[in-house]
């Protein structure tokens, strides 16, 4: 099957140290959770000689955190590997990484040493770091751009202090697989000791190919990969953690290794990263974009229909991806289109199908993104311009640092015990993460229905301080995806009334299909 490699996760320190990654102490402790449940071997939680704040993040997430390895990254510097020693000295499972440049580039523009003292830094750096724990990891940065006999002599020295982990960075995405590997192979061959430690792979995307390199490096003897969740981390960031980790798994007999992560976890660690940096993976991110499992194309869509395989090489499922999504538009053919109707609860005749067929891929020459409202509108003539049958009548929002809450009042036409008769008023309060979220709940509290919304975009209409504000909002409401706008001077008031349409255009559907109920077409006839 193959033998077993260690995950080593650095998204909380490489990938943090990208502009814009930055995260507090309470979410690099919630992502660690997460990372432990996902199941890494390794959690690098932060370089604590950075700052106070990355300080008490690793030494609370070594305190909290027990199964996997907790480490520090520490500079080949005293000050640097005592604050590392102490941060990660409550862990069940201590590591101190320590690292220096080893290329004569690095050597002589940015650290101005020599050779020479460069092996006698990382000679001491190790010894140090072993009062602390004796599991400690030798980082020779730049390694790809390093002279080979040069760094087999640091590697070499910081096995004879007493090393256990060797880590080979390509630090600027600079090597090709085939070189990648022939590094370590000539590494391992000709370091005496070598075989006592684990060599690490730690690969850059400059050139788009950091997974490939730490594959290349399993293939040629690496026991560890350090890489992260979305491939965040400086510049075009590192080897994306759940690539690799499927890459184990779609090829187990050309990548042969074992791993105990979590596959299933995959698609949750990656929403909840993106979720707590504000940053989201290209939409054709491998195993965990947006449309990692889409398809439009009508070819595709009809293959996968028969079956998954056709053009999807891991079922969604086992990344924790809830199915395959057939995304409709110009390229989408009739299956899709079928099935699509055949969700929303109609059953087409071949007549009716043929002719919504082609009403649909005229409409979808005009139109980027196809909604349910759009197949509802087809289907039952427009109702774009729904009646107002919810109205916002009163809306209060509080914030604070840690949530908001929001008081909502509707108008509206509510059926039955409990709010009253047509025209009465109905309200419900909830919490949320933002005024936003939290008006959103109150929303679909008062109203009774499924709310997800999955897109909302803001614009301002005016110019000036006192700007009018439009929210374009997407939602999927019990099953059904339509769009609504709404707006305000006061963006949260936008956002509700916008949501709010969106349930009028849902609520008229709902009209129509009860009208509907003797058509051919209508599920269940």
Request: proline letters at 3%; glycine letters at 10%; aromatic letters at 4%.
């Amino acid at each position: 099957m193959g033998r077993d490699v260690i995950i080593f996760d650095t998204t909380l320190r490489d990938g943090e140290q990208a502009p814009g990654n930055s995260m507090t102490a309470e979410e690099k402790l919630r992502l660690a959770r997460q990372l432990d449940v996902l199941g890494v071997d390794v959690i690098e939680a932060g370089f604590p000689s950075a700052s106070d704040g990355d300080r008490r993040a690793v030494r609370t997430i070594a305190e909290s955190v027990r199964r996997p390895v907790i480490a520090a990254l520490a500079r080949c510097h005293d000050r640097d590997i005592d604050v590392a020693g102490e941060a990660v000295r409550p862990a069940a499972r201590p590591r101190v990484h320590v690292f220096i440049a080893t290329s004569d580039l690095h050597l002589e523009c940015k650290l101005r040493l020599s050779r020479e003292q460069c092996v006698e830094r990382a000679r001491d750096a190790v010894r140090r770091a072993r009062r602390y724990t004796d599991d400690v990891e030798f980082s020779a940065e730049d390694a790809t751009r390093t002279d080979l006999e040069f760094l087999c002599r640091v590697v070499e020295a910081a096995i004879e202090e007493g090393a256990t982990t060797i880590n080979l960075p390509d630090t600027v995405g600079y090597a090709l697989p085939v070189e990648y590997g022939a590094m370590f192979r000539a590494v391992r061959e000709r370091v005496p000791g070598a075989e006592r430690v684990v060599f690490s792979a730690h690969c850059h995307d400059d050139l788009g190919l950091a997974v490939a390199n730490s594959l290349a490096a399993i293939e040629a003897g690496a026991g560890q990969v350090e890489c992260t969740v979305n491939g965040i981390g400086e510049r075009a960031g590192n080897a994306a953690l759940e690539e690799i980790v499927v890459a184990g798994r779609v090829r187990p007999h050309a990548v042969r290794f074992n791993c105990g992560v979590n596959a299933q976890e995959l698609f949750r660690t990656s929403q909840l990263l993106s979720h707590v940096i504000g940053v989201f993976p290209q939409p054709n991110k491998a195993v965990v974009g947006r449309n990692a499992f889409a398809h439009e194309a009508g070819i595709h869509q009809h293959g996968v229909l028969q079956n998954g395989l056709t053009y999807e090489i891991i079922r969604p499922e086992e990344v924790g991806v809830a199915r395959s999504s057939l995304v409709l538009g110009k390229h989408s053919g009739r299956h899709a289109l079928e099935r699509r109707y055949r969700e929303l609860g109609y059953e087409l005749d071949e007549a009716t199908l043929h002719q919504l067929y082609e009403e649909f891929t005229a409409l979808a020459d005009k139109k980027r993104e196809i909604l349910d409202e759009d197949l509802l509108a087809l289907l039952h003539g427009r109702f774009h311009d729904a009646p107002e049958t919810y109205r916002l009548t009163h809306l209060q929002v509080t914030c604070g640092t840690v949530s908001a809450a929001a008081e909502v009042r509707l108008g509206g036409p509510w059926a039955g015990g409990g709010g009253g008769g047509e025209g009465s008023e109905r309200g419900a309060t909830a919490s949320g993460n933002g005024p936003i979220a939290a008006a959103f709940a109150a929303i679909a509290k008062v109203v009774g229905r499924q709310v997800e919304v999955m897109n909302l975009t803001v614009q301002s209409v005016t110019p000036g301080r006192d700007s009018l504000g439009q929210v374009l909002v997407q939602a999927r409401i019990d099953g059904k995806t339509l769009s609504g706008h709404g707006a305000s001077t006061d963006i949260v008031e936008a956002s509700a009334r916008a949501l709010i349409h969106a349930l009028n255009k849902v609520n008229h559907a709902d009209q129509l299909e009860d009208q509907s109920l003797n058509a051919s077409y209508f599920w269940g006839v």
